[in-house]
């Protein structure tokens, strides 16, 4: 039986589209009176982008001048989410599993920690791990966690949805995973379980 749980925030726990105004409005205008270097239609796919990718991976993508990036830079490092937002309807699978929860989030730490309060579910979940793709990954991250808390691998399900991320990082770690790929963004992607949404988290997790 799975009963340590390590969960991906953005698109697995809520999703960004229903919450695009909340979490994006002041960011995209932000983005609007900077000198990028890039297109118009490339901004506006790196908008689109930035609902799933962290920040920084876009911005490598689509060439953000440097200049223009230490600004921004800048201002997501303050950034706090200040607006409720929803969780999925599926939240209530996540939230009645029994054992230990961890969030384990790429971003910003004001962001992402905003994130979870304006969610409502901060009292949920044991310890909330905010990893900067700058100088770690997600990988790096569940090694710690299991370190410093002496976790059994055995007992560990990892739940997100991008299998580059979260998902193949935990599989090299030997962890079982459940990716959550409600468009089938990945119908080839190698993950342990998998579904279209988690009504089958807790039968995956042996409770």
Do not use: W
Request: hydrophobic share 35%.
């Amino acid at each position: 039986m799975k009963q340590i749980f390590f969960i991906d925030l953005d698109n697995t726990i809520y999703f960004t589209k229903p919450n695009e105004q909340q979490l994006m409005s002041g960011l995209y205008q932000f983005l609007d009176e900077q000198d990028l270097g890039i297109s118009t239609e490339h901004l506006q796919a790196a908008k689109s982008e930035m609902l799933r990718t962290p920040f920084q991976k876009v911005a490598e993508k689509y060439g953000f001048r440097k200049e223009a990036m230490e600004n921004i830079i800048d201002y997501l490092s303050s950034r706090e989410v200040m607006k409720p937002l929803k969780p999925s309807d599926d939240y209530h699978l996540i939230k009645t599993l029994k054992g230990r929860k961890f969030i384990v989030t790429a971003g910003f730490y004001k962001q992402q920690t905003s994130k979870v309060k304006m969610l409502g579910i901060a009292d949920d979940f044991e310890e909330v791990c905010v990893v900067d793709v700058t100088v770690s990954n997600k990988k790096e991250a569940f090694q710690k966690l299991i370190e410093q808390h002496q976790l059994n691998k055995e007992e560990i399900l990892i739940i997100g949805d991008d299998a580059e991320s979260e998902i193949k990082y935990g599989l090299e770690l030997g962890l079982d995973t459940f990716l959550l790929d409600p468009e089938n963004r990945y119908p080839n992607a190698e993950t342990t379980f998998k579904g279209l949404d988690l009504r089958d988290l807790k039968q995956v997790a042996g409770q």
